[in-house]
């Protein structure tokens, strides 16, 4: 029996040590995605894939820097792979994490990167499961900026960029829930008084205000991108884009 117990015991231990390696390596791998250093934060979520395999935060928070390594690609295969890796993650954490907003708003973000990398056919589907996922996210947490973000991008393209794709799903499956210019400009506004530090968002609010034929408004969108501290790769891109549109505007 005394042998028992200490078997017992070292199990516990053993356990206990490989779950504050696992919180470690993710509590690293946070502070690498802060830092904007999404292949250092891949490649650490990864060891703490392999030290506790089905690990849901693990799952989530993988899910997420593929997400953002999408838009780093520019090899289409690439992006397709990553966004696929994403979407997959992705949907295992907002199944085993049903009230988690944050698991929700991340599938329908990798949802939203392959739209444009699979057949009309899957980007109908994927559309809908946009609006759904970032839906179900608001719903848990209204106060998720990348949620709100979400559902601008997704009423800015469906009311302006794509009414064939709009009349298409219609048909195939059945009437959506109305898409707007104002809806878009309203979940733009949140996100940027949620976080006003994002340059993501002031970037594609700018880009939907040029579309919309607002230049007023969208050059002080791009003013402001050139004016915040860049995180991620996507975020000096859009400097250089935001300094080319000042100089056109």
Same mark, same amino acid.
């Given at each position: 029996?005394? *042998?028992?117990? #200490? $078997?017992?015991?070292?199990?516990?231990?053993?356990?206990?040590?490989?779950?504050?390696?696992?919180?470690?390596? #993710?509590?690293?791998?946070?502070?690498?995605?802060?830092?904007?250093?999404?292949?250092?934060?891949?490649?650490?979520?990864?060891?703490?894939?392999?030290?506790?395999?089905?690990?849901?935060?693990?799952?989530?928070?993988?899910?997420?820097?593929? @997400?953002?390594?999408?838009?780093?690609?520019?090899?289409?295969?690439?992006?397709?792979?990553? +966004?696929?890796?994403?979407?997959?993650?992705?949907?295992?954490?907002?199944?085993?994490?049903?009230?988690?907003?944050?698991?929700?708003?991340?599938?329908?973000?990798?949802?939203?990167?392959?739209?444009?990398?699979?057949?009309?056919?899957?980007?109908?589907?994927?559309?809908?499961?946009?609006?759904?996922?970032?839906?179900? +996210?608001?719903?848990?947490?209204?106060?998720?900026?990348?949620?709100?973000? #979400?559902?601008?991008? *997704?009423?800015?393209?469906?009311?302006?960029?794509?009414?064939?794709?709009?009349?298409?799903?219609?048909?195939?499956?059945?009437?959506?829930?109305?898409?707007?210019?104002?809806?878009?400009?309203?979940?733009?506004?949140?996100?940027?008084?949620?976080?006003?530090?994002? #340059? @993501?968002?002031?970037?594609?609010?700018?880009?939907?205000?040029?579309?919309?034929?607002?230049?007023?408004?969208?050059?002080?969108? *791009?003013?402001? @991108? $050139?004016?915040?501290?860049?995180?991620?790769?996507?975020?000096?891109?859009?400097?250089?884009?935001?300094?080319?549109?000042?100089?056109?505007?």
């Amino acid at each position: 029996m005394k *042998w028992i117990c #200490i $078997t017992l015991n070292l199990l516990a231990a053993a356990l206990a040590s490989g779950s504050e390696d696992v919180n470690r390596l #993710i509590s690293d791998a946070q502070k690498m995605e802060r830092s904007g250093e999404t292949d250092s934060a891949i490649t650490i979520l990864k060891e703490a894939d392999k030290l506790s395999p089905e690990n849901t935060e693990v799952e989530k928070l993988l899910a997420q820097q593929y @997400v953002i390594k999408v838009d780093d690609e520019t090899d289409p295969a690439a992006k397709k792979t990553l +966004g696929e890796m994403a979407l997959g993650l992705a949907r295992k954490a907002a199944e085993k994490l049903p009230d988690d907003s944050e698991a929700q708003v991340t599938l329908a973000a990798a949802y939203g990167k392959l739209c444009a990398l699979v057949d009309p056919k899957t980007e109908l589907e994927y559309s809908k499961q946009v609006y759904a996922e970032a839906t179900r +996210g608001l719903q848990l947490n209204p106060d998720s900026d990348f949620g709100h973000l #979400i559902l601008a991008q *997704w009423n800015y393209q469906m009311a302006f960029l794509n009414p064939l794709l709009k009349g298409l799903t219609a048909i195939v499956y059945g009437k959506f829930p109305p898409a707007s210019k104002e809806q878009a400009i309203a979940h733009y506004k949140r996100a940027i008084e949620l976080a006003p530090e994002r #340059i @993501v968002h002031h970037a594609e609010f700018a880009k939907a205000l040029d579309m919309m034929g607002e230049p007023a408004a969208a050059r002080e969108e *791009w003013l402001k @991108v $050139t004016e915040l501290r860049p995180v991620y790769a996507q975020d000096r891109r859009y400097q250089e884009m935001a300094y080319k549109r000042l100089e056109a505007h």
